[in-house]
């Protein structure tokens, strides 16, 4: 089993480094040409590519989480807030991969948007400390 994580403070690529350098730094099998024709594919530019992690923006280095997940084809994802800090276009998109994906998914949201598209098997709700499955 292949486990992907996003969790709050987005802390998949480490600080210290250029986003280039940090993405084949986690995903070493990805040549750096493909790494940044993934992180292309999620807005991740030639510019955000030559920034150190820690100066991307909370939304730049989501979407950097996210390009990172899919190069590992990670069959089960734990997602904690993953529309934090995302415009509505990398949402919409985020909507889209997680309806197209065939893993295992655990998805923690205030988003009810995002709930609302994303469809899943179970629901749990917790309110007060009390826990409803719906």
Not at 102 to 109: C, D, M, N, P, R
């Amino acid at each position: 089993m292949s486990i992907g994580r996003i969790d709050q403070a987005r802390t998949v690529l480490p600080f210290g480094l250029d986003l280039g350098e940090a993405f084949t730094q986690v995903v070493p099998e990805l040549s750096p040409a493909d790494a940044r024709t993934l992180m292309a594919k999620f807005g991740l530019k030639a510019d955000h590519v030559s920034t150190l992690v820690e100066h991307l923006s909370p939304g730049e280095r989501t979407r950097a989480a996210l390009a990172v997940l899919q190069a590992r084809g990670v069959n089960l994802l734990v997602l904690d807030e993953p529309t934090n800090h995302l415009d509505v276009a990398a949402i919409e998109q985020l909507e889209q991969a997680l309806e197209a994906y065939t893993g295992a998914l655990l998805l923690v949201s205030h988003d009810r948007k995002l709930l609302a598209n994303v469809r899943l098997d179970a629901r749990w709700d917790v309110v007060a400390g009390q826990v409803t499955v719906r």
